[in-house]
């Protein structure tokens, strides 16, 4: 254990070996299985559908979800992703490919960082960290725009803590060029944040440090005009060719979407506190800490720690202030607080009663106990009548534990309840111990297994009821070039597995702008106009949620629905008996 420490204290050289070392851990962990559940509306189904629609159209410039134009986000992530689609064709691992990607690079992108800002262990660690946070990994295997945002906001931050800490000015010079150059890919992946994010933090940064006179030290001309060139050309050609363009997506999709409630996603102010807490875990124990300690020392490492410590704390508040709210808005946060946390912990590495020994055994404490109650929970035959007493989520629950068929059975529950408490055990080893480097290898263990474990059950037990794969497949099969494929409100996933463009029922919701755009009369239906269309003659196909069923029960006497498929949460009905022919 020691020569390892030792060779972890190594401070120059074995950038190349580490960086391989961290792709081929980290590459298993992030891209294996990641074709194996099926695509979840509504986010996966929408930035798979889009690329698949613009590899069809051959249209770039102007994004289409179900064949009616989309200006909610620029096109990067679509535009990345019909590439890993005309690589690897059109599934669900080309789909996750760049978001997943995004995770990884951002992953040697963190380390690779920590080796200029403080040293390798520290790097290593961080990158340890950061890979092995639940959430982070998690949500870097679900298509979203926020991974790729993660990747292009930690490049352009880096970058410019990198050119404010380096000495020689060509290398500053180039530091700050690259921070241009991320900012404007993040400005092409989210729009206005990529420069509002960015921006907060290095004024917070000016003015709580006192270095404004960095300001004169960027290359304002050579910077400015990297970033025009990368974000001002699909701006224009989009605006050209969609006149209405502009407005929708500057004024509605940025200023109303921060300051009201226009898409239904407000939250409580704390909203994200336990969110970061519960995404950053097993390290979210060691984070009171490692941030305190930031602030205790802001003013050394030439700055670094004021600005790490910004960089979250202003991500934090700004969503927080905002009236739309969604957990993986916070990712960005990850890479800074990984490096917080690996510099407490591998700054206290030697010491032999280090400070963080209260959340060791915290943590240690809350695993037993979960681990505990998670084995034995089939057997408290007391918990289904209470937890059936307590609202719908709670029936839902109980209905897990009893039924003739329990999803959660003590054979079920007995293994990852005696993991958790295996892992608690183990912490309290360290304790015991006082190893640094031990600590760390189990919390990182736990987080890859924890990484690795959830994937594989949500695959197992819950994927297909949260994705209509198999009623698209179902339609297929039924489907002749004579019915009508239709859908109760927009589902992309049915887009993506079949090809085909679906008639729209009901709330048309984040399709309703793109629907008043050009004549879209014959795809979009109120639920009174669609009834009359069920009761015709025309052959047709309907996905709807399964307690919508008696919306769309024929009226007429003699026609009765047709249930073709059903996955626990959605159908797949007609009108008519169907025959492909």
């Not at 000015?169 to 992946?189: D, E, N, S």
């Not at 037990?461 to 002749?480: I, N, P, T, V």
């Not at 009834?531 to 024929?554: A, C, F, G, T």
């Amino acid at each position: 254990m020691s020569r390892f420490s030792e060779h972890l204290n190594q401070p120059e050289g074995r950038h190349l070996r580490d960086s391989l070392l961290l792709l081929i851990l980290f590459g298993f962990l992030f891209l294996y299985g990641l074709g194996s559940a099926p695509l979840i509306d509504p986010d996966e189904g929408r930035y798979a559908e889009i690329p698949r629609e613009m590899l069809e159209q051959r249209d770039f410039i102007t994004p289409t979800l179900n064949y009616v134009k989309y200006f909610y986000k620029p096109p990067l992530l679509y535009w990345v992703n019909a590439g890993s689609m005309a690589v690897f064709g059109q599934n669900e691992f080309a789909a996750r490919f760049p978001s997943a990607l995004s995770g990884l690079l951002t992953v040697l992108l963190t380390y690779l960082a920590g080796r200029q800002l403080f040293n390798r262990r520290t790097a290593l660690t961080g990158a340890l960290v950061l890979g092995s946070c639940a959430g982070f990994l998690l949500q870097s295997r679900i298509i979203l725009t926020d991974m790729l945002l993660t990747l292009c906001l930690s490049g352009a931050l880096f970058s410019f803590l990198l050119a404010v800490r380096s000495t020689v000015p060509h290398k500053a010079k180039l530091f700050f060029r690259l921070f241009f150059i991320c900012c404007g890919l993040a400005v092409l992946t989210k729009g206005l944040i990529g420069i509002v994010l960015p921006g907060g933090i290095i004024f917070w940064y000016l003015l709580l440090s006192g270095r404004w006179s960095i300001m004169g030290t960027i290359p304002w001309f050579s910077g400015l005009t990297l970033f025009t060139l990368i974000t001002v050309p699909w701006f224009v050609l989009v605006s050209q060719a969609n006149p209405e363009f502009p407005h929708f997506f500057f004024i509605q999709e940025h200023f109303q979407r921060y300051t009201s409630t226009i898409h239904k996603r407000s939250q409580p102010f704390w909203f994200f506190v336990p969110i970061l807490w519960l995404t950053m875990l097993p390290w979210s124990f060691f984070l009171p800490g490692s941030l305190t300690r930031a602030w205790r020392e802001r003013n050394e490492q030439r700055g670094t720690l004021l600005f790490l410590l910004l960089w979250p704390v202003v991500i934090i508040l700004f969503f927080s202030l905002s009236s739309s709210k969604l957990i993986p808005y916070i990712l960005p946060c990850f890479p800074p607080l990984a490096l917080l946390a690996a510099h407490r912990l591998s700054g206290l590495w030697h010491l032999r009663k280090p400070d963080y020994r209260s959340a060791q055994l915290l943590l240690a404490a809350v695993l037993l106990l979960l681990g505990v109650a998670l084995a034995v929970i089939p057997l408290l035959e007391w918990l289904p009548p209470l937890l059936h007493k307590s609202g719908r989520t709670g029936r839902e629950l109980a209905t897990m534990l009893t039924g003739p068929d329990p999803l959660l059975t003590l054979r079920q529950t007995l293994v990852p309840g005696g993991l958790l408490a295996f892992f608690g055990l183990l912490l309290l080893l360290t304790v015991k111990t006082r190893s640094n480097l031990l600590l760390i290898g189990i919390l990182c263990s736990f987080g890859i297994l924890l990484d690795l474990l959830v994937p594989w059950g949500f695959a197992r037990y819950g994927a297909e009821q949260l994705s209509a794969r198999s009623l698209a497949q179902a339609a297929l099969q039924h489907a002749g070039p004579e019915v009508m494929l239709a859908q109760s409100g927009p589902r992309q996933g049915m887009n993506f597995y079949t090809g085909k463009r679906l008639v729209t029922v009901g709330d048309a919701d984040e399709l309703t702008f793109g629907s008043t755009q050009g004549n879209h009369t014959d795809w979009f239906f109120t639920r009174e106009q669609f009834q009359e269309l069920w009761r015709s003659d025309r052959k047709i196909m309907l996905v709807i949620p399964r307690h919508e069923r008696n919306l769309y029960d024929p009226v007429l006497p003699g026609v009765t629905a047709q249930l073709l498929t059903d996955n626990g949460s959605l159908l797949l009905l007609a009108n008519q008996p169907l025959s492909k022919e």
